[in-house]
């Protein structure tokens, strides 16, 4: 999945979003380090990898805007 894919996909979402999938939260790193996201991403104790989206930013949202259609 590609982020730019991912973050169409939550779009509409209601936040927060929780994600425990390896491949979005690995979306969710990279958008927000690019700042289109905020999100923390935490490991527990048995190294288990959960994602929770705050929402998407107003740079995440210029760039869906951009995207067209």
């Known amino acids: 999945m590609l982020p730019i894919d991912y973050l169409q996909e939550i779009e509409h979402a209601s936040f927060p979003l929780e994600e425990d999938d ?6 969710v ?10 999100a923390t991403i935490t490991v527990s ?15 995440g949202r210029t760039a869906l805007s ?3 259609p």
Do not use: F
């Not at 104790?45 to 930013?57: L, S, Y």
């Open 29 to 38: 790193e990279l958008l927000c380090a690019v700042g289109y996201l905020d």
């Open 22 to 27: 390896h491949a979005k939260i690995r979306c």
């Open 66 to 68: 951009n995207l067209g």
């Open 45 to 59: 104790a048995n190294q288990d990898r959960r994602a929770r989206v705050a929402r998407i930013t107003w740079m």
